[in-house]
């Protein structure tokens, strides 16, 4: 976990966004959403900050929390993550 936490921390710290956490709960917000990004990084082979933008976390998402459509490929990528 700490590996994982340093990784994410290193890459995804300046690029994904978590000022609509809730007070006290940016960690959990950005671990969640930074892991999601990194799953669709590594399936679609893309960039980070082209996974970044993939996130869709937030109310009202119905449980996804980052999606990425790779025309190339014609596959739409659903990630669903937690941290905890």
């Known amino acids: 976990m700490r590996q994982i936490g340093a990784f994410l921390e ?4 300046q690029i994904v966004d978590v000022s609509d956490a809730p007070q006290g ?3 959990d917000y950005f671990r969640t959403r930074s892991l999601a990004a990194y ?4 399936l679609a082979e893309i960039p980070f900050d082209a996974s970044a933008a993939a996130i869709v ?4 998402d119905n449980g ?3 999606l990425y459509y ?3 490929e014609r596959l739409l990528y659903l990630v669903q993550s937690k941290w905890k």
Do not use: M, P, V
């Open 39 to 42: 799953a669709i990084k590594t």
């Open 70 to 72: 790779s025309s190339s």
């Open 10 to 13: 290193a890459n995804y710290r």
């Open 57 to 60: 976390d937030g109310y009202g």
């Open 64 to 66: 996804i929390d980052a």
């Open 25 to 27: 709960c940016a960690e």
